[in-house]
């Protein structure tokens, strides 16, 4: 069946910019997890949703970064005023339930320049 | 969640058995071993899990020491494919956030 998707593969964008970054999870999957990894580097973990509801946003780097989700479906990832440090590669995963086995998305590659 | 320790880096030749240790030693009795890999440019992929007990599935085994301080993920026949970077975690089952680690990373050679 389909897995996860996200849009855009790519995004460029200039400083300061709003990005708006894409996660389809695969259905009926009721929980949804959004993480960053940075050239090099390992995961690392940002919010995650339970249905449409974000308990826990400690995670997110910063103000400027948001995160929404409509029902048990699309995600959409917000950045403001984008800075070059959030370059990064964006992975969106799902799982059926709440600390399932968790499947990837293949990412969004954002370049801030 | 409790810290893992792995090799940075392994070379195994085609065909034959990877072996990919994980050191858990302050894993707690509630905390499951995660086995995660990514190939490169690809999001992570689920391997195996488990709790005290060895698993096997289609891609792999799990072997996880009688006092579950450190397990090894095994690929029976590793094939060129199998070039990744594997990530071992452990969490609780409830945990939401997986603290992925610098992982090690598997170079399958012909």
């Known amino acids: 069946g389909a897995g996860v998707s996200q849009s855009p593969s790519n995004k460029v964008t200039e400083k300061g910019k709003d990005v708006e970054l894409r996660c389809d999870p695969i259905?009926?999957?009721?929980?949804l997890y959004w993480y960053r990894q940075r050239l090099g580097q390992g995961l690392e973990f940002l919010i995650y949703?339970?249905?449409?509801?974000?308990?826990?946003k400690s995670g997110l780097p910063s103000d400027r970064f948001s995160a929404e989700r409509t029902g048990e479906s699309v995600s959409t990832l917000t950045i403001q005023r984008t800075q070059q440090e959030d370059s990064a590669v964006y992975l969106c995963?799902?799982?059926?339930?709440?600390?399932?086995?968790?499947?990837f998305g293949p990412g969004t590659r954002l370049t801030v320049t | 969640d409790a810290k893992t320790t792995q090799p940075t880096s392994m070379d195994c030749a085609e065909g034959r058995a990877a072996n990919l240790p994980c050191n858990h030693s302050?894993?707690?009795?509630?905390?499951?071993v995660y086995w995660y890999r990514q190939i490169h440019s690809q999001g992570p992929q689920y391997i195996i899990h488990?709790?005290?007990n060895n698993e096997t599935n289609e891609m792999a085994s799990l072997i996880i020491t009688e006092d579950r301080k450190s397990s090894t993920l095994i690929l029976p026949h590793a094939t060129l494919r199998d070039t990744a970077v594997y990530y071992c975690?452990?969490?609780?089952?409830?945990?939401?956030?997986?603290?992925f680690g610098a992982g090690t990373r598997l170079t399958v050679k012909p």
């Open positions: 995963a799902s799982s059926f339930r709440l600390a399932y086995e968790q499947y």
């Open positions: 259905s009926g999957h009721t929980a």
């Open positions: 949703f339970q249905g449409n509801s974000a308990p826990d």
């Open positions: 302050t894993i707690s009795g509630n905390e499951y």
């Open positions: 488990g709790l005290k």
């Open positions: 975690i452990v969490r609780v089952d409830r945990n939401n956030d997986m603290r």
